[in-house]
């Protein structure tokens, strides 16, 4: 029996300090009580979810312990406190994944049980969720569109290749802070693509801005192929690991992350859809945490499905395939919209700006639209004000129109590369740099506290065509 005032304890304790654990939390006059002896860590989150205790009490050593399990825990109400006796503390690792009390002795858990007020280190100094985007820290960049090929894929290179450019002298003083400290640590690491002509594009001499670019579409990733890179090995997934298991620094984040082209790393995706299951959500939010520090701008190539997999999860806990772009979302500063300029990719889009705004995750208000591949040959005349017209009339938005190239896009295709190395010239091009300067502007007006409340971000008629 239980009294009211109880606290009842889990524990999954490994060894012979299990007998101990439960002897010292058990004496009479502790307030606590051990409602369950759990022989592993399915048996503990199965306790947890029915609710049979409050507090579990877990050996630091306990297989698959790690931020996902921790964050189950979490959400069933369950606080964790590890029991850490090995010579040399895990105390970090622990604290990253999310335990919320350590205790490195038998006779030390009592207090940390009992006190329900203790925050693990690590969480101490984190900033608080929402606040990220007023630290200075790096942006996020969600680039999000309907089912159909729109061009998600395609808008996220080429605006984080955009990007990396950099804004002007005067629009972003100091702005090589990061990378200069990176370069000083070894976390930058050499350029491995060449520029034609021979060199490296990197040492032109121009200022750039660190950019990464993560590819999060769990149903048809494409970011590495795209750009002529081996896809058999998954760098998004391969950072998640590490930061379910402990802390992710930032070079260990770099590693997975090489330098493909001039100040833009590419985390590759899962390389296989089959794979999703690889992207857990609590620990995809670290990633995307932890890649605030590694470059000014992380642009997020995310997937079609916005939908949080209710079925599946009615009955029984399980992976949600759309857990790395929902996550994405509720992270970005901005959200990108991508659209086709053809009337099924004007009928998608306007559906799709309507499950965006009923999402159950809080998303920014900082959004912008895109329509892409506008021509005439799928909207008629003037397709540039046609396609305006129609996302006015039944959207209420304002799109930065990207026209059409087949044959500058089809050679970036064929030969793996961006635009600007294969098709300088290409007005989509020239489109994708005004697009950036777009999300800057975005940025800074969210920053100096003069941002636009409505839900949509407007485009300023002087970039209009």
């Known amino acids: 029996m239980t009294g009211p005032g109880a606290i009842t304890v889990l524990c999954a304790v490994l060894g012979p300090a299990e007998a101990d654990v ?70 970090d690792r622990l604290a990253a994944v999310g335990a919320d009390g350590v205790a490195r002795t038998v006779e030390d858990l009592l207090p940390v049980v009992r006190d329900e007020t203790i925050v693990p280190p690590a969480a101490a100094a984190q900033p608080p969720g929402g606040s990220v985007a007023r630290t200075g820290r790096g942006r996020l960049v969600a680039v999000w569109g309907p089912v159909g090929a729109p061009g998600r894929t395609t808008t996220a290179i080429e605006l984080a290749v955009a990007l990396a450019a950099g804004p002007s002298a005067a629009d972003a003083p100091g702005r090589h802070r990061r990378a200069n400290l990176l370069a000083r640590r070894g976390a930058l690491g050499p350029v491995r693509r060449r520029a034609p002509g021979g060199g490296s594009r990197a040492s032109r001499g121009q200022a750039r801005e660190q950019v990464v670019l993560a590819d999060a579409d769990t ?15 998954a760098g998004l997934a391969g950072a998640v690991r590490a930061a379910g298991v402990g ?28 794979r999703w299951a690889e992207l857990s959500g609590a620990a995809l939010d670290a990633v995307w945490e932890r890649l605030r520090d590694l470059a000014d701008w992380t642009v997020i190539d995310t997937g079609p499905v916005l939908e949080t997999d209710e079925l599946l999860s009615y009955d029984t806990r399980a992976p949600q395939r759309n ?12 959200v990108v919209v991508v659209g086709g300029g053809d009337p099924i990719g004007l009928q998608r889009l306007v559906r799709g700006l309507d499950d965006l705004a009923t999402v159950p995750a809080p998303i920014t208000p900082d959004r912008l639209v895109v329509v892409n591949r506008v ?4 909207v008629g005349a003037n397709p540039r004000m046609s396609v305006r017209a129609a996302l006015t009339r039944f959207a209420g938005v304002d799109a930065h129109l990207v026209p059409d ?15 600007s190395e294969c098709a300088p010239g290409s007005p989509v091009r020239a489109a994708f740099g005004e697009l950036a300067q777009q999300v800057r502007q975005v940025v800074r007006a969210r920053s100096s506290a003069a941002a636009d409340t409505s839900p949509w971000v407007g485009i300023p008629a002087a970039s209009r065509g």
């Open 247 to 274: 802390p992710l620094d930032v070079e260990t984040l770099a590693r997975h992350a090489p330098v493909t082209l001039p100040g833009v790393r590419v985390l590759g995706g899962i390389g296989r859809p089959g």
């Open 375 to 378: 021509r005439a040959a799928a």
């Open 405 to 419: 190239d087949p044959a500058g896009l089809d050679a970036a295709l064929l030969s793996g590369r961006t635009l």
């Open 219 to 233: 149903y048809g990733p494409c970011v590495a192929p795209r750009l002529g890179m081996l896809d058999d090995s």
């Open 22 to 91: 439960v002897r010292s939390l058990g004496e009479p006059g502790t307030g606590v009580t051990v409602t369950r002896r759990c022989a592993d860590l399915t048996e503990l989150l199965a306790a947890a979810e029915a609710g049979s205790g409050r507090t579990a009490v877990v050996s630091a050593t306990l297989p698959g312990l790690g931020r996902e399990a921790v964050a189950r825990m979490h959400q069933a109400g369950v606080r964790v406190v590890a029991l850490d006796e090995a010579p040399e503390p895990s105390t």
């Open 323 to 334: 857990a790395a772009t929902l996550g994405a979302l509720a992270a970005a500063d901005v």
